[in-house]
């Protein structure tokens, strides 16, 4: 090195260059080429051009700062010496302009497709490695393929504080565990030109320039914290019918990091449910995500599980209600697989043999989610009736559970092999009042759909215990009501599913090849997994197209045949009376007064207010006698 130019080094330069050659000398079989004046010859190295440090794709430095512009990159990519001696990586997905972390020997990083891409960086060289640096990355705003350009796009962006000013990257860490909402957060989102999506009466929502308020956190359990790809729950400040959903603060967004088959577990749930009646069915439309800049891929706008009029219509109950007239309902619980403060544990009950794994019956509070000691007594009580009933394989248990709800959830379950249905994110409701049962619905998770085998029923596969169905297969009443019901509806209505699984590849087939593009290679968090792979979407529609045939096949031979098309009416509705509310839910009813109308007629109006004349023994009723009017028992 010449004199004069050591001497116009900064000292940590001259330390750094002297500590290069030293390195050089004596590892010289494992080290990067220096230039002229003893820096590293650096290179912008990935997919693009198979790793290799080619003079192409050399950085230029002029003093301390490397540079390079690209006419386009896209895919996995470092910045490498040619012997991988220096080298930077880093967590991030580089979507546009922005600046990172270079961390030595980090990562690689990835990019959906960027056009006109300058990359920059300062020197930090000692001993023979890097150092950590900052890394920019400069783009005119053209973007090769940011997403896929096919879906709508969600654009959220999460701030660390009111001012808007810093963004907040926690959010898409890899290590982002808690479910604490992200308050200061914005969105828009772009129909992009999905005129599908359009005739379903779906619009853009708020723009760049005037974004629109959200909260957001992170969502799901083992999803959450096994995958870098998060679902994520969103909370709108004022109600939306985002993407033609149902209107509403409150959605989800489904990663399905898990999903081998295409994003079609739930899709195919869903899409049953709907067809096949059960009360009330979830909806979901695919976007493009981006958050605070960053590609995240393929997800899922998901209706959130409500209770509102046009998710779950039932009554409204608070918190700690004390209130007999009130809090019989309505009640949204989940049997749940985890434990958790505020649950009901009881010891499920089974008929079903010893050859079924019996577990705790655990009952979850959703809604309302803390019981007064009086909600709590009636919850415990109405599952020790249907455990007890269902341990008995007794038809008690349809005075208490409506039959249709149950036999349908479970067709949809058995169709698509779910062995982990029953097994967590299993959801009843029962609305407020007399005449009132509970019922399956809505589906949710149907994250170990297909994992069954399609010759056998899932609950004869499933080490994780499925709670009740295996005794209550055993139910004769519950077994006629399936054999009717499953004719119908294959009769009718469930070959419609294959023409809706065919239309929703289509539009989500190129999202998830970009997908595949963010996802691919990059760090899991420990314990973790790597993200599914969907991007031979073809293949993955075959896999489930043939086991919904062979289910079905198979389901024929044991549940008897049907012929699509066929006109088969539906099977009337169960008439089995619902049990009548306990005593101490009617306490405090008072006796009708007569003073002032001796000789009026009594009329009786049910708690809902629909007028009946005859009125049934041992059930609550509004009565109205002249001018009075009072709540009592019918005896």
């Known amino acids: 090195m010449k004199p004069n130019l050591v001497s116009l080094m900064k000292p940590e330069r001259l330390l750094a260059t002297l500590y290069a050659c030293l390195a050089t ?23 693009f051009n198979g790793w290799s440090a080619e003079e192409t794709h050399r950085f230029d430095r002029s003093g301390d700062t490397y540079s390079i512009t690209v006419n386009s990159l896209a895919g996995e ?84 504080d009111a001012t808007h000013s810093t963004l907040d990257n926690e959010i898409i860490a890899i290590d982002l565990d808690h479910k604490n909402y992200f308050t200061d957060a914005e969105y828009w989102l772009d129909l992009n030109g999905c005129q599908w999506l359009a005739d379903c009466g779906a619009t853009s929502l708020g723009s760049e320039q005037e974004p629109l308020p959200l909260q957001i956190k992170a969502r799901g359990n083992w999803t959450r914290r096994g995958f870098a790809k998060k679902p994520y729950k969103i909370k709108l400040e004022a109600k939306q019918p985002m993407l033609g959903l149902t209107k509403s603060k409150h959605f989800a967004l489904l990663a399905h990091a898990d999903d081998t088959f295409g994003y079609l577990r739930n899709f195919c749930g869903f899409d049953l449910g709907h067809r096949i009646g059960l009360p009330w069915t979830p909806a979901q439309q695919p976007v493009e995500l981006v958050v605070n800049g960053d590609y995240r891929g393929l997800y899922f706008l998901t209706e959130s599980i409500r ?40 010891e499920e009950q089974s008929c079903a043999g010893s050859d079924h794994y019996i577990d705790a019956l655990r009952i979850t509070p959703d809604t309302p989610e803390e019981y007064s000691e009086l909600q709590r007594r009636f919850i415990t009580d109405q599952f020790t009736a249907m455990n007890n009933a269902i341990g008995n394989s007794s038809d008690n248990l349809w005075a208490y559970m409506d039959l249709d709800d149950a036999v349908r ?11 982990e249905s029953y097994h967590g994110s299993t959801y009843l409701f029962r609305d407020r009042g007399e005449g009132h ?74 999202a998830a090849v970009y997908d595949r593009r963010r996802w691919a290679g990059r760090p899991v968090p420990d314990g973790g997994q790597p993200v599914a792979d969907n991007s031979d979407m073809d293949s993955r529609r075959r896999a489930v197209v043939d086991h919904l045939r062979a289910k079905a096949a198979w389901l024929s031979t044991q549940w008897g045949s049907y012929t699509p098309g066929e006109d088969i009416a539906e099977p009337a509705r169960d008439n089995t009376p619902a049990a009548p509310l306990p ?53």
């Open 77 to 160: 990519f470092k910045i490498s010496g040619d012997n991988w001696q220096y080298n930077y990586g880093g967590n991030d997905n580089i979507n546009g302009t922005c600046s990172v972390e270079g961390t030595p020997g980090g990562s690689n990083w990835n990019t959906p497709g960027l056009e006109n891409l300058t990359i920059s960086f300062d020197a930090a060289f000692s001993e023979g490695s890097a150092r950590p640096t900052t890394i920019h990355f400069t783009t005119d705003g053209s973007s090769a393929a940011a997403t896929s350009g096919t879906l709508p796009v969600l654009y959220i962006n999460v701030y660390t």
């Open 409 to 419: 959830y479970y067709i949809v379950e058995e169709l698509i092999s779910h062995t």
């Open 25 to 47: 000398a004596i590892c010289s079989f494992a080290s990067d080429t220096l230039d002229s004046e003893g820096f590293p010859v650096m290179y912008l190295r990935g997919q």
């Open 307 to 346: 209770i509102e009029k046009d998710r779950i219509n039932i009554s409204e109950l608070d918190d700690m209600c004390s209130d007999p007239a009130l809090a019989s309902g309505g009640y949204l619980v989940e049997l749940d697989n985890y434990d958790e403060d505020g649950q009901i544990v009881l």
């Open 583 to 635: 005593d101490y839910m009617l306490s405090g009813v008072e006796n009708i007064a007569t003073d002032n109308t001796p000789d009026a007629p009594a009329e009786y109006f049910t708690i809902e207010g629909i007028r009946t004349e005859n009125p049934v023994p041992g059930r609550l009723y509004i009565v109205r006698q002249g001018c009075n009017a009072c709540r009592r028992i019918f005896r």
């Open 437 to 510: 049962k509970w019922h399956f619905s809505p589906l949710w998770d149907c994250g170990n759909a297909f994992n069954g085998p399609t010759d056998g029923y899932f609950y004869d596969h499933d080490p994780f215990g499925n709670t009740w169905i295996p005794s209550m297969r055993a139910n004769k009443a519950f077994n006629n009501r399936l054999l009717s019901t499953w004719k119908w509806f294959m009769s009718t209505a469930y070959s419609g599913l294959f023409d809706a699984i065919d239309e929703y590849t289509s539009h989500i087939a190129a």
